[in-house]
């Protein structure tokens, strides 16, 4: 999911690039002359020895080396529009891609910036909950509220460090400005005069770029 994403928005190409000074007619990409003081750009992953060369593919999010690889010719590639939309394309040309090397910072579990970051996807997913679910007939209606429970946000969440009832509805008053329901206390809701973040504040706050670094 988070490759579609990536490969769907034109600020975030695909490109590939070569790290020799000549190559097969097959490549494309552009050609960077490596001398021999310069380490390898994918350091201990994939060193290059002196008049070697090497395929690459690089990405806003990682490096990695690449091998030609020849798809059948009943492949084909199907592609994800940014609205959804499916389609499929013709393979005129593949590659396998080898062990990454990250061109992001990648943060420990625990550590202040994974906090942070969990803190806002957790914020991003129960306000796109809420929002979903305050269209439906009988909301609108006012027969019912738009409400999330603790149990799927800690089944959404598991694994995570966030993931403790203490810490979900800490983050739900703190961070979603939500309250429980007095007559079903697992229930959070937005109170009267309440209101959501636009989708477009969420995106700011919860990037492509880093989502797919802290994610892959």
Not at 74 to 100: I, K, N
Not at 142 to 170: N, Q, Y
Not at 176 to 199: A, F, N, S, T, Y
Request: hydrophobic share 40%.
């Amino acid at each position: 999911e988070y490759s579609e994403g990536l490969l769907a928005r034109q600020a975030l190409p695909l490109t590939s690039q070569d790290r020799f000074d000549s190559r097969p007619s097959w490549m494309v990409g552009t050609p960077q002359l490596l001398t021999p003081d310069d380490t390898s750009p994918f350091y201990e992953l994939a060193p290059i020895p002196p008049g070697e060369m090497q395929y690459a593919v690089d990405t806003p999010s990682f490096r990695a080396p690449a091998v030609p690889h020849v798809a059948s010719v009943a492949d084909f590639l199907l592609v994800r529009s940014p609205t959804g939309q499916l389609s499929l394309r013709e393979l005129t040309g593949c590659v396998a891609v080898g062990q990454q090397h990250p061109s992001v910072p990648i943060w420990p579990p625990m550590s202040p910036e994974a906090l942070a970051y969990e803190r806002l996807r957790f914020k991003a997913h129960v306000v796109r909950l809420l929002r979903g679910r305050m269209d439906k007939p009988n909301v609108k209606a006012g027969k019912a509220v738009a409400s999330v429970s603790l149990g799927e946000l800690l089944a959404a969440f598991d694994g995570m460090s966030i993931a403790t009832p203490e810490i979900v509805m800490r983050m739900l008053r703190e961070d979603c400005g939500c309250v429980q329901l007095p007559d079903k206390l697992e229930h959070w809701v937005l109170p009267p005069g309440g209101k959501l973040p636009p989708e477009t504040d969420l995106r700011k706050e919860v990037r492509l770029t880093t989502t797919t670094g802290v994610e892959q």
